[in-house]
């Protein structure tokens, strides 16, 4: 398995759903690594330049590919930490693969054929997120695209899937069903929480439910944690209601990672 995965330490890809600005995301990327650190947890910051399926036009998306990945490399430079950021065209991921360590496909993404295999191509590890429109058997077709390619570096995500209308619900079968097919297995637990375009022009989010899934995921023995925060959520630029606060990470962290041992040692 991946260096990432490595020694059956709890595992998390974290940071704000996307870039605001390069004091914040230094921010939160400093914090994490340190939480990181303190727990011995293996730490990847994860951080969007663009937001490309916002609910409305409205929408902050990011600052783009060029500001985007400058602060990026330098998160990576200064804090020596791996980072991940979204692709969504193909023709900008030769440029993103040559700065960050893991290319994430988006959900509403995961079955575009040519995305999926010319990220997988470049050979960096490739994340690839369940649409939630997705059975989790129907992953096992995406991640042959990816793989066809040589690249065996690849990630699946859960995410929730579509419950009626503005509303997402986890399957934990799911978790299991997708780590049958050989790839590590990170369950998103800011995202199964959103209500998408629930705020009308935006998704909103029932923040509370986060760690009760988290811990239920960890149980099932999933490999990582994808999770998106934020010094403020009110204040957060996207996915706000559904981030969690900064100050709140150690120990929820803390009490996950007791968790996840708890679980190894029943191997």
């Known amino acids: ?94 440029k993103i693969a040559t700065v960050v360590d893991i290319l994430q496909i988006p959900a509403f993404l995961c079955r575009q054929t040519d995305l999926v295999v010319t990220a997988a191509k470049s050979m960096c590890t490739v994340k690839i997120k369940k649409g939630q429109f997705m059975a989790p058997w129907d992953m096992q077709n995406v991640l042959g695209k990816a793989y066809s390619t040589g690249n065996k570096k690849i990630i699946l995500t859960e995410r929730g899937s579509c419950f009626g209308y503005n509303n997402l619900i986890v399957d934990m079968r799911s978790l299991a069903k997708m780590r049958e097919f050989g790839a590590p297995v990170v369950f998103d637990m800011t995202h199964s929480v959103q209500l998408p375009g629930g705020a009308g022009k935006s998704s909103s989010g029932q923040r509370e439910y986060i760690a009760p899934l988290a811990r239920a995921a960890i149980a099932c023995g999933v490999d990582g944690l994808f999770f998106e925060t934020h010094p403020d959520p009110s204040k957060a630029l996207s996915d706000g209601p559904n981030s969690i606060f900064l100050k709140d990470v150690r120990k929820l962290l803390s009490d996950f990672k007791v968790l996840h041992e708890c679980i190894s040692n029943l191997g």
């Open 1 to 94: 398995m991946f260096d990432f995965f490595k020694d059956n330490k709890l595992a998390i890809i974290a940071g704000p759903c996307v870039i605001e600005n390069k004091n914040i995301t230094f921010q939160i990327a400093t914090e994490l690594k340190d939480i990181a650190a303190d727990l011995d947890i293996n730490f990847i910051f994860k951080a969007s330049f663009d937001k490309a399926n916002r609910s409305s036009i409205e929408s902050y998306r990011g600052p783009g590919i060029e500001s985007g990945l400058d602060i990026l490399a330098e998160v990576k430079q200064d804090l020596k930490v791996p980072v991940l950021t979204d692709v969504h065209d193909v023709q900008s991921i030769q």
